[in-house]
């Protein structure tokens, strides 16, 4: 149980392009959802925090304009790189909290972005 | 906000053999420690997870302490074998796990045959 999927894997895009990134708790409804970035050899960084039918809480530091969250349901919550630039390639990690009395975290298994 | 501190950054110990890796945090509402396995490539693995109300935790090879006076919490791994070789990561979060995690800056374990 509790698995979280991500979509793609991996993507390669223009610079100045939108990438759209699906992550999807397959066998437990997600409460919240939580979105991570890694560079390479480097730590997960919190990027946002994702209710269902909420918007989307910001880490400081992170422009909400151009990772845009969308937590439709309670199974998929989305991020839309916007106008991808080279220094947004990276690992981008969602994880998924079913809440109650169980808090703990899943992660999906990433998506490698890679912007030219 | 938090602030959670790893050590070492790369370890390596013969096969068999146990291995430690301490985390401080300073945040003294953080209440939820988990600690987990990153393999290249991959997305993070919960292992083991531990809450402020308990100070030790176990499970087979695995065990986690935490003393919430020092503020520092270890990750204990004994007869290591060489599928243990991976990246760890300790974490620390305020409201039990429902807020996001603050991550250290990893472990890379090496596991020598």
């Known amino acids: 149980g509790a698995v979280v999927s991500q979509h793609p894997s991996w993507v390669i895009c223009k610079s100045g392009t939108s990438v759209k990134i699906e992550c999807r708790s397959l066998d437990f409804q997600a409460t919240t959802m939580f979105w991570y970035r890694q560079f390479p050899k480097q730590s997960l960084m919190l990027m946002a925090t994702?209710?269902?039918?909420?918007?989307?809480?910001?880490e400081q530091g992170v422009e909400k304009d151009k990772f845009l969250i969308n937590h439709a349901s309670l199974t998929l919550s989305t991020l839309t790189v916007t106008s991808a630039h080279p220094e947004d390639s990276s690992f981008y990690i969602c994880?998924?909290?079913?809440?109650?009395?169980?808090?703990?975290?899943?992660f999906g298994p990433g998506t490698r972005l890679t912007v030219l | 906000g938090e602030n959670v501190e790893q050590h070492p950054s790369t370890l390596s110990v013969q096969e068999g053999d146990s291995a430690v890796i301490k985390c401080t945090y300073s945040d003294s509402a953080s209440n939820y420690f988990p600690w987990y396995k990153q393999e290249l490539g991959k997305g993070p693995q919960l292992i083991i997870d531990?809450?402020?109300?308990?100070g030790e935790k176990k499970d087979q090879r695995i065990a986690v302490t935490l003393n919430k006076t020092a503020k520092h919490f270890s990750l204990h791994i004994t007869e290591t074998q060489p599928e243990d070789s991976a990246v760890y990561f300790c974490a620390a979060s305020a409201g039990g796990g429902a807020d996001g995690l603050t991550f250290g800056k990893g472990t890379h374990l090496i596991i020598q045959p």
């Open positions: 994880s998924a909290k079913s809440g109650g009395a169980s808090d703990t975290q899943y």
């Open positions: 994702s209710n269902e039918g909420s918007k989307a809480t910001y």
């Open positions: 531990i809450r402020s109300n308990v």
